[in-house]
């Protein structure tokens, strides 16, 4: 099927990453039919290489979600029609709490962290999060994600020389404040509300945000005149986006697009 009214995409990415890793994705929706934009984050319009520079870390570092939100209702507001919202992983928070605000046609949440609220399914979560960034609530400002846990938490069950191209391309620092406000009220989502369609994604093997917890945020949503869906893939991790067969969950969110408009 390909789109004759050209209805656009806002791909958010998610943190530590470069915008630039959705560009085979951009490609793909394109040949849909689609207009695709991949906006980067504040602060983070360049290449990996250059954004690891130290020089740009206190910008960085100054990143919280409430001014990401703003930045994203922005671009979206000058968009002509309320543009359909695919994130992954912190990406697909913020497009939970978008649809929130009612600024998007529908959104697929690919690896979504997890809003607020209480589940046993977080401990893992949060256990990882502290496991790499013991230092989260320290004075300084940004941290880079190592390649230890770069490929044994997030690329994992990906060739070595997959998992070592990727993290040179991609990686950048993150800033702290968009972790600590996970454990705050701005990430809450009001479950009963009336939403456009939402479509949860997960993976078998995601070591981060698995399956059950994804899961979880999906059953949140208790409003029955909205639709909302769920698909776990298996064999595949955190970072699909960059795995050899992407195009198989990008052909899959294209055919529920499909059925949703």
Same mark, same amino acid.
């Given at each position: 099927?390909?789109?004759?009214?050209?209805? #656009? =995409?806002?791909?958010?990415?998610?943190?530590?990453?470069?915008?630039?890793? *959705?560009?085979?994705?951009?490609?793909?929706?394109?040949?849909?039919?689609?207009? /695709?934009?991949?906006?980067? *984050?504040?602060?983070?319009?360049? #290449?990996?290489?250059?954004?690891?520079?130290?020089?740009?870390? &206190?910008?960085?570092?100054? %990143?919280?979600?409430?001014?990401?939100?703003?930045?994203?209702?922005?671009? !979206?507001?000058?968009?002509?029609?309320?543009?359909?919202? %695919?994130?992954?992983?912190?990406?697909?928070?913020?497009?939970?709490?978008? !649809?929130?605000?009612?600024?998007?046609? /529908?959104? %697929?949440?690919?690896?979504?962290?997890?809003?607020?609220?209480?589940?046993?399914?977080?401990?893992?979560?949060?256990?990882?999060?502290?496991?790499?960034?013991?230092?989260?609530?320290?004075?300084?400002?940004?941290?880079?994600?190592?390649?230890?846990?770069?490929?044994?938490?997030?690329?994992?069950?990906? /060739? /070595?020389?997959?998992?070592?191209?990727?993290?040179?391309?991609?990686?950048?620092?993150?800033?702290?404040?968009?972790?600590? &406000?996970?454990?705050?009220?701005?990430?809450?989502?009001?479950?009963?509300?009336?939403?456009?369609?939402?479509?949860? %994604?997960?993976?078998?093997?995601?070591?981060? =945000?698995?399956?059950?917890?994804?899961? *979880?945020?999906?059953?949140?949503?208790?409003?029955?005149?909205?639709?909302?869906?769920?698909?776990?893939?298996?064999?595949?991790?955190?970072?699909?986006?960059? &795995?050899?067969?992407?195009?198989?969950?990008?052909?899959? #969110?294209?055919?529920?697009?499909?059925? !949703?408009?």
């Amino acid at each position: 099927m390909y789109l004759s009214n050209n209805q #656009t =995409i806002v791909f958010i990415s998610g943190a530590f990453m470069s915008h630039h890793y *959705w560009e085979q994705w951009i490609v793909f929706f394109e040949s849909k039919g689609y207009k /695709a934009i991949a906006p980067p *984050w504040l602060y983070k319009n360049d #290449t990996a290489e250059n954004l690891r520079e130290q020089s740009l870390y &206190d910008k960085i570092g100054s %990143i919280n979600l409430s001014e990401l939100l703003s930045y994203y209702k922005e671009i !979206i507001e000058l968009l002509p029609e309320k543009p359909i919202l %695919i994130g992954h992983s912190y990406g697909g928070l913020i497009v939970q709490l978008l !649809i929130q605000q009612d600024l998007g046609a /529908a959104g %697929i949440c690919i690896n979504s962290f997890p809003p607020a609220g209480f589940t046993l399914s977080k401990f893992s979560f949060y256990k990882t999060i502290f496991s790499f960034s013991c230092s989260l609530f320290s004075g300084q400002k940004t941290f880079l994600l190592s390649f230890k846990n770069w490929k044994h938490i997030y690329f994992n069950n990906n /060739a /070595a020389e997959t998992q070592q191209y990727s993290y040179e391309k991609y990686l950048i620092p993150e800033s702290k404040i968009i972790f600590r &406000d996970l454990f705050f009220k701005n990430t809450s989502i009001n479950f009963k509300r009336r939403h456009v369609p939402l479509f949860f %994604i997960s993976f078998s093997e995601d070591k981060i =945000i698995s399956p059950k917890l994804v899961f *979880w945020n999906f059953k949140k949503y208790k409003n029955f005149h909205s639709i909302t869906c769920y698909k776990e893939f298996q064999n595949k991790n955190h970072f699909i986006i960059l &795995d050899p067969q992407w195009k198989v969950t990008a052909q899959y #969110t294209a055919q529920w697009l499909e059925k !949703i408009f």
